[in-house]
């Protein structure tokens, strides 16, 4: 029997879209987000082909975590396998959000990864080297694979090859934070490409000493 459904769950993801067209992770109606309620076991993800400015609480569409349709009249994000695959891959994941940034999508479309040794922040943020997938169709099993495999259980973003990013996190603020790091660390990566140079790694040591200080020092208790 699939849990209850949840308003504020729907408000969330439609905030989040026009969040995510606000920042320029995407344009059009490119792009899709989700959230997932993990007491319920019920996931909330954006409407295909709809313009996030315009969109309604009632234009989110719920499914439980074996693809099940729960609500709404919306037919869902083309990318739905990928989100809830990502759910179902990572526990500890409640946000999912697939982006089109100018930066990493230069990267993905190079079949290039993006290492965390680069940058304070990519270490903090990004869990491991966010990695590119192998290409696949947009809206196909394969690439959910593909992008499930390719983040793995220790990078919170990897990228689909020609096409995107996918950034994920325990809540939506880190998967936007996640996305928004990764966009800046790829522009990064990119000068520093563009000036036929290399960059200098941060230690192995190091990186995990910054890791450890975002989940022990960084913030508030």
Known sequence: MAGKVKAEYKELVRASGVRMIDSGLTVATWGNISACDREEGLMYITPS?????TLTDDDIVVFDLDGNHVEGDRRPSIELQLHR??????????ACIHTHPIFPTVFSSMGRDIPIDL?????????????????????????????????????NACLLRSHGAVCIGSDMDSAFKVA??????????????????????ISAENVAAMQEFVKTKYGQY
Not at 49 to 53: K, L, V, W
Not at 85 to 93: H, I, S, Y
């Open 49 to 53: 082909g709809m313009n996030y400015h």
């Open 85 to 94: 695959g990502m759910f179902n891959a990572r526990p500890e994941t409640t």
């Open 119 to 155: 940058h304070d922040e990519a270490a903090q943020a990004l869990g491991g080297t966010v990695r590119c997938a192998t290409y696949q169709l947009p809206g196909t099993q394969d690439l959910a694979d593909a992008a499930i495999e390719a983040i793995g259980k220790d990078s």
């Open 180 to 201: 928004t790091v990764l966009e800046m660390v790829s522009e990064i990566y990119w000068r520093i490409l563009a000036t036929g140079s290399e960059y200098q790694p």
